[in-house]
T-cell receptor, first 110, second 114 residues
Framework: RKEVEQDPGPFNVPEGATVAFNCTYS??????FFWYRQDCRKEPKLLMS???SGNEDGRFTAQLNRASQYISLLIRDSKLSDSATYLC???????????FGTGTRLKVLA | DTGVSQDPRHKITKRGQNVTFRCDPI?????LYWYRQTLGQGPEFLTY????????KSRLLSDRFSAERPKGSFSTLEIQRTEQGDSAMYLC????????????FGQGTRLTVV
């Protein structure tokens, strides 16, 4: 089983739609959680960190469920510019490496 | 530009040749990471350094791969006797100490082995 699992998609949604991605992780000792965004042929960039209480940044909401070992990302009012791959990232307690999921591709359609 | 810098951006090499990539992290970051990414996959961890100490290496990192960070600043990743399966994007990232801090990535070195 992969340490971090995501549905690779693609998710094709119309502009203005709400879309949600989930990610599961296998190591219950995972300590930090992030969503990164990666545009085609570019480097990954931090979208948002994920906190235990959940957090929101504009149209983006991230949530963490430690009991079920998953994190989620909700994008409201999708824009064409949201088209990208969204990478789920976790770090385990005692190690400082960032473990990436395969990414979920999102395409927002006009 | 004070971000993570990688050089070269692209490298085409013949099978069997050795290649070396360089990464310059953000100056105050003491952690430096190397990842490899192939099409349709997320970045795969290769190795990381805290200052000049190499603290962890992935099983993916065969003995043809070696990484150094001699003075705790820039790092090099060398691949000896390259194989076609080594073709990938090699990403370097750096971060501050502390498990909750984000990693900042360079633009990567795209390696093509022909």
């Amino acid at each position: 089983r992969k340490e971090v699992e995501q549905d690779p998609g693609p998710f094709n949604v119309p502009e203005g739609a709400t879309v949600a991605f989930n990610c599961t992780y296998s190591n219950s000792a995972s300590q930090s959680f992030f969503w990164y965004r990666q545009d085609c042929r570019k480097e990954p960039k931090l979208l948002m960190s994920v906190y235990s209480s959940g957090n929101e940044d504009g149209r983006f909401t991230a949530q963490l469920n430690r009991a079920s070992q998953y994190i989620s990302l909700l994008i409201r009012d999708s824009k064409l510019s949201d088209s990208a791959t969204y990478l789920c990232v976790v770090t385990a307690s005692g190690t400082y490496k960032y473990i990436f999921g395969t990414g979920t591709r999102l395409k927002v359609l006009a | 530009d004070t971000g993570v810098s990688q050089d070269p951006r692209h490298k085409i090499t013949k099978r069997g040749q050795n290649v070396t990539f360089r990464c310059d992290p953000i100056s105050e970051h003491n952690r430096l990471y190397w990842y490899r990414q192939t099409l349709g996959q997320g970045p795969e961890f290769l190795t990381y350094f805290q200052n000049e100490a190499q603290l962890e290496k992935s099983r993916l990192l065969s003995d043809r791969f070696s990484a150094e960070r001699p003075k705790g600043s820039f790092s090099t990743l060398e691949i000896q006797r390259t194989e076609q399966g080594d073709s990938a994007m090699y990403l370097c990232a750096s971060s501050l100490e502390g498990g909750t801090t984000e990693a900042f990535f360079g633009q990567g070195t795209r390696l093509t082995v022909v």
